[in-house]
């Protein structure tokens, strides 16, 4: 008995039931929460397709730093409140309809596609294996992974120049 | 399993990002669909480079790392992405005390 | 240069100089020098005329281009002048007559001052130049330019003394009324352009193979209503007794030398067409006695010397139709030069009188001029008889070739025609005689001043009084002296002679015979009516309706002149401000109105740029995927 099907669906509707939940929920805090439940959904889902590494670093970088950072975000502005003004219903109809439009567009456009027959990989093959990856990282894509790292010191040092205190503000 | 489902599972996730994009008004949250957008399309990367692999698995051991490998890049983009994005929100809650971007009309004048 | 045909180019070309001396330096020049150029470049000119009439060669036309004047895809209208009898002939008439009316000018017009004077001698300069452009050009598209010209003129002379409201409003008649008519003869050029493509009246015999009946019918009815507003015709008559505003030497001139014989001359130089238009030249011929009728009775019963004289030329205008109706454009063209004469004459002879009695116009306080004014008496009476039509004056040459005509065509024709002609004796003589004879009925202050003309203005009147006498023997008819009716003769280059005279000479001396004895009578009887002055008050309705022109003026400013005022007025007071701004206006309000809508959709509210956004690329997709497939 063939048990990857069953766990497909289920990893697949914790991912969407958690994601839904995310865009409902009142409280940023919960929102966080939810999100960080649906990339571990979406976690599982990579180890499904042996992709060890990438499920390994979703967790590491978005589920733990990322997600912290915000719900850090969060705390220090003392947002944990159902506190967010709502908009306008008809705005949010409008957005719900123009997102479910998008999805029924891109589903029909692609449900006749000439992929229906393609299957993925699923448990086995090893290009997900840090050792692959890892060998290709640091011999055909070298030079982009350093500029990455130049990304992060550009981030950072803007991340830092935006987020001090004006110095003019304060002597004035 | 096959690649429509992953298709369909990634433009279920991709939408319901959107549409939080266009309902909500916090601009935390509005930060928070985005990167579900991302990870959707990481989700369809992955699931296309395995594709990928099995299909010319015959000619070649390591087809369909570039995938993955873009999904990586993807994730280091996003951090960065986040340090800065939310540094502006913090600025921006010091500034009008709020981060509802109902108030961030200044594009009209 | 100064030989045949080349000198035909000095012949507009001199009043066109002194028109433009004249009104350039009308501030400069003294009232010696103004009268010397205006005069002399029309001496001149009348001897350039002269030239060309002697010398012209018998046969065809001689053609002078001087270069194309339009030039569009396959149509070519050159600028050119067109030589031969008739042209030429009427060269002599506009430039001699109009310069005998320059030299009177000089002198009636004396109380100007310098400017104003100046002013007058370059429109009638101008005026002379548009008519000879009209004489001599070799198509309709030149013709046109001249015949806008002498509208021009007209207008511009008639409102001479633009002080007057009055006269500028008969300026404004003239005008209006001529462009009913130029508008008929510019459709009437297109037709004839989109039908053949050509304007030139040297190809007209071409022409009138490729135009079909009804097309030949249509033009030729569409140049005669150009011609009724020239000449003075049913219904576009009413503007020239209005014309005598003007300066009395200027009424002279347009009802002389140029202006309303301007439509005689387009048709006769179409005569071609016309005579294979045999239903336009009944209705000419109607027309034509009915103005001449018409003019004739009002003439009756009016009291201002000029207006009595404008009537008359309207009525001699319809005899000149009346013979182009019948057939007879030689004598409509004979007429015309008789009639330029005399009507000159007495044109000029009532400036005189009206000069002499410091610009008195009404007949009714005149009388018994005769021993103050004997040169101008005499030579009016010589007026008078060559249009009441007794021989030997030319007159009456004229007027019978015009009468035999109307007998041939049909003899209800000749019995109104004879009529009209009775009752221009009469009211000719009616005036004269209550001018001339009798008492004194003016002021005694008018008395003192009563005085002959100098004599630059009784000089042209004894040499037009000589022509009036024998202008008409060019034009003798066979019956008298073999070898007549010359003119018939020399125009036969351009009006074939239409043979079939069948009618014996007899007929022929009764009909003389008897109109001459009916008009010698009539002029006894005005003698007996009017030998003394009596007051002719008189209530009879039909005595009214002719004292007010048949209330034709009453008519035209009822039907048509208040209509298109309250249609103005209308346009203004609710088309204008409602419709036309309302639309103007509207545009400006729906566009603000929809930028204002549209205005909304810039809220600076980053969701709903996004949301926009999404909708343009399910758009985009939708089209991308399922439109194009």
Redesign the interface.
Known sequence: MNV??YI?WFL?VW??FS??M??TSRN?VY??LW?IS??FA?SG??IL???Q??AV??II??AG??MV??LF??M??N?NKET????NRW??L???L??????L???????DAE??S?????GA????LIK??GK??FTR?VV?FEI?SL??L???V???V??K?EITHQNS | MPINYYLFLSLALFTIGMVGVLTRRNAIIIFMCIELMLNAVNLLLVAFSKMHHLKNLALNASVGTDGQLFVFFIMVVAAAEVSVGLAIIVMMYRNIHSVDIQFLNRLKH | MFSFPNIAYFIPLLPLLGFLVNGLGRKHLSKGAIAWIGSGVLALAFAASLVVFLNLPSGGPTLLNAFDFIRIGELRIPFAFQLDALSSLFLLIITGIGFLIHVYSSAYMHEESAEHYGRYFAYLNLFIFSMLLLVMGANYVIMFIGWEGVGLCSYLLIGYWFRKPAYTQAANKAFVMNRVGDLAFLIAIFWLIARTGSVNFVDLPAALSSLSSSDITWITMLLFVGATGKSAQIPLYTWLPDAMAGPTPVSALIHAATMVTAGIYMIARSNLLYTAAPLTLNVIAVIGIATALLAASIAIRQNDIKKVLAYSTVSQLGFMFLAIGAGAYGAAVFHVMTHAFFKALLFLGSGSVIHAMSGEQDIRRMGGLKKVLPITYFTFLIGCIAIAGIPPFSGFFSKDAILLSAFLKSPILYGVALFTALLTAFYMFRMFFLTFGGTFRGTDEQKHHLHESPLAMTLPLMVLAVLSVIGGWVGIPELFLHGGERLIEFLSPVIPVVEGHAISHSTEYLLMGLSTGLVLSVIFFAWTRYRQYRSEESSAPFARLLENKWYVDELYQTAIVQPLHRFGGWLRSFFEPKIVDGLIQGVGRSIRYISQQIRLLQSGQTGNYALWMVISIVVILSIQFFVRK
């Open positions: 990857t099907p497909f697949s991912a969407l994601a839904l995310m865009v940023p929102s966080v999100l649906t990339f979406i889902h990579y397709l042996n992709a590494f990438l670093v979703n970088v978005y730093a990322i950072l915000f975000v969060i220090l502005m947002l967010e003004p709502q908009k705005l949010k409008v957005g719900a123009a997102g479910g439009c998008l999805l567009v891109l589903v029909a456009a692609l449900k992929l229906k393609q299957q993925a990989m699923v093959g090893s290009i997900g692959v990856l290709e990282l894509y982009p990455s990304l992060f550009s981030a950072m803007g991340a830092a935006i987020g205190k």
